[in-house]
T-cell receptor
Framework: DGGITQSPKYLFRKEGQNVTLSCEQN?????MYWYRQDPGQGLRLIYY???????QKGDIAEGYSVSREKKESFPLTVTSAQKNPTAFYLC???????????FGPGTRLTVL | SQQGEEDPQALSIQEGENATMNCSYK?????LQWYRQNSGRGLVHLIL?????REKHSGRLRVTLDTSKKSSSLLITASRAADTASYFC????????????FGQGTRLTINP
């Protein structure tokens, strides 16, 4: 997991509530990513950011929002518009170039 | 969208045996990466192979890439109980954002 922290580890939300997942890195990496993983499935890209104050939608951005005000931080908000938010959420970073990504430990979100 | 398809979806072998997992993809790539995920944890990068490479080794891992067939394989030799995990291939595109597209993974179980 290296220098990437995600909090909280577990999060419970009532239907209709917005929640924000934290992702912080001290690797000084420019690019950051948010993925969603459903049971027994691979990862799907929600949003990504290549530099501060800039981000782009991934494959499944509907119902989610992000911000990138600092290089170290890339929080993800799961809004009430997300119909099925229960999942495992993973944050990742990449230093630059065509290289590997580094992953945080993940946040498991459950909607009650 | 998930570009990669992995085969088999699940694999169970005895400790000491070799494990082979395969990955197929659909579009042009810059690189292909393999990741490991222990249950409920983040992903750990194992190895990256670029589109102009055919084979790469790292310890007990051997990865091959056949761009003409759009396929890759991961071989783990002399398996250990600690190798029990899910293994994912991910393809890196040719655009600068380096969005990774993940397969659904192979669940590997090493029996003692």
């Amino acid at each position: 997991d290296g220098g990437i922290t995600q909090s909280p580890k577990y999060l419970f939300r009532k239907e209709g509530q917005n929640v924000t997942l934290s992702c912080e890195q001290n690797l000084n990496h420019d690019a950051m990513y948010w993925y969603r993983q459903d049971p027994g499935q691979g990862l799907r890209l929600i949003y990504y950011s290549q530099i501060v104050n800039d981000f782009q939608k991934g494959d499944i951005a509907e119902g989610y929002s992000v911000s990138r005000e600092k290089k170290e931080s890339f929080p993800l908000t799961v809004t009430s518009a997300q119909k099925n938010p229960t999942a495992f959420y993973l944050c990742a970073t990449r230093e630059g170039g065509y290289n590997e990504q580094f992953f945080g430990p993940g946040t498991r979100l459950t909607v009650l | 969208s998930q570009q990669g398809e992995e085969d088999p979806q699940a694999l169970s072998i005895q400790e000491g045996e070799n494990a082979t997992m395969n990955c197929s993809y659909k579009t042009s790539i810059n690189n292909l990466q393999w990741y490991r995920q222990n249950s409920g944890r983040g992903l750990v990068h194992l190895i990256l192979i670029r589109s102009n490479e055919r084979e790469k080794h790292s310890g007990r891992l051997r990865v091959t890439l056949d761009t003409s067939k759009k396929s890759s394989s991961l071989l783990i030799t002399a398996s250990r109980a600690a190798d029990t995990a899910s293994y994912f291939c991910a393809t890196g595109g040719t655009q600068g954002a380096q969005k990774l597209v993940f397969g659904q993974g192979t669940r590997l179980t090493i029996n003692p």
